[in-house]
């Protein structure tokens, strides 16, 4: 896997849940700037992780 991998990659690995996922886009819809999130067992930037994505 990638050193910095997508919410995706995590997903498609089962690193990660369809409800993690989702409570992760939630709390950065709430706020945008949300920089320290724990998805599983990765803490994510999500406002980085935005910035960095050629979909977002």
Do not use: C, N, R
Not at 1 to 24: N, W
Request: proline letters at 5%; a negative charge; aromatic letters at 10%.
């Amino acid at each position: 896997m990638a050193e910095d991998p997508y919410f995706g990659d995590l997903f498609k690995a089962k690193a990660i849940s369809d409800d993690e996922l989702k409570a992760a886009v939630d709390a950065y819809m709430a706020l945008p700037t949300t920089s320290h999130f724990v998805i599983g067992e990765h803490v994510a930037d999500l406002a980085g992780a935005v910035a960095k994505s050629p979909y977002a």
